[in-house]
C-alpha cells in the first residue's frame, strides 16, 4: 500500500481551512493509502510558542483530527518531536540540500517579514525538516495545498541530491496529492487573505473548537458587498467575500461551487447567510463536541500520541540507520 504522510502545526485556533484543506482529506484518504499524520510541534517553534500552551495546542489538534473522523487505531497520530528521526534527517539534509535553495522559498519570505536578520534558523531551514518528515518514513504520497507545492519540490529535489550524491538509489521520489483550489478557505474579514491560525482578527475565521452560538456570530458578521449574489461564476469577478462564502457553502455541502452560485443566484446576503450557518453548524457541530468531549480527560488522547510516536519510530529508525550506513555515520 502507499504511504502518506502529512503534517499541521499546533499553533493554535486549529480552523475551517485546516479542517476543508487538510484534514477532511484525510479522512478520504484512510481508506486508500497507510497514513501517517503528523502534528508538527517542531515546525511549530520555528516561531516562538508558550509552552504550556503548544502542550494544550498538540493536544487539540490531535483531538480535533480524532473527532473529524481519523482513525488513530488503523492510521498514525503522533506528534514530531517524540520520534528523533526527524531531527536526525533534517541535519543531514541541512547538509544536503542548497542555500540558493531555501532562498528562493516564498512562505519564509511571508513569514520572515521584513526583518529577516531577526528570524529564526530555524524558520528558514523549515523546509528541510519538512524533507525529513517526508523521507524518514520514504513516504509516497503527500497531501498538499497549493501554498505547500513549492516544499514538496523541494523535498523530491532534496531525495534526488541525495540519491546522486551517495550513488544510492533510496530515497522515493514523493508525489503531490492537490486538492484543487476549491479547497483554499479565506478570512471572513478579507476575501483576499487565506484563513489563518495567526491572524489576529479571530472573526476571520471559523475555529473547529468554535460552538454553534460563535458559528453564526461569525458567519452573520463576515464580511460582504452590497449586491445580490450573482447568477454565474463570472459575476464573482472582484467579489472575493462573495466568492469564498459560496466557496465555503460548496465545500461544506460536497458540492460543486457553480451548482450553489445558480441556487442562490439573485438572493441576498442576508438569506444565503442563514442557510450557511444552518449547513455549518450541522458539519461542525458535531465534530465541536467530539473535540470538546476529548479534551475533557487528555488521558485517551496522550495514549494515541504516545502508541502513533512508537509505530512512528518503528518504520523510521531502520530507515535512519540505513541513512547512517550510506551517509558513513558509524554506529557501534
Ligand atoms: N485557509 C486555508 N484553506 C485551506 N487549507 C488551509 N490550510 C491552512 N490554511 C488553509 C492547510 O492546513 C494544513 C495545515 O496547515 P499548517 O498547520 O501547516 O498551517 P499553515 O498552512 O501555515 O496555515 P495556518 O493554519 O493558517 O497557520 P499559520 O497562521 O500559523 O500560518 C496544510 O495542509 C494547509 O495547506
Redesign the pocket.
Known sequence: MQRIF????P?GNL?L??Y???IRNWVRLQSEYECIFCI?DM?AITLWQDPKELVKNTREVAAGMIAAGVDASKHIVFNQSMVPAHAQLAWIFNCVARMGWLNRMTQFKDKAGKHKENASVGLFAYPNLMSADILAYKATHV???E??KQHLELARDTAQKFNNDYGVEFFPLPEPLIFGAA????SLRDGSK??????ESDYSRINMTDDADAIALKIRKAKTDLEPLPASAEGLDGRPEASNLLGIYAALADREKAEVISQFAGRQFSDFKKELVDLAVSVLGPINAEMKRLMEDTSHIDAVLRSGAERADSIARPIIKDVYDIVGFHHP
Open positions: 502529512s503534517g499541521v502545526q499553533t480552523h481551512g485546516n476543508l484543506g487538510a508538527v515546525h497531501p498538499v495545498g501554498d505547500q479547497a483554499r478557505v479565506m487565506k484563513m489563518s491560525k495567526s491572524d
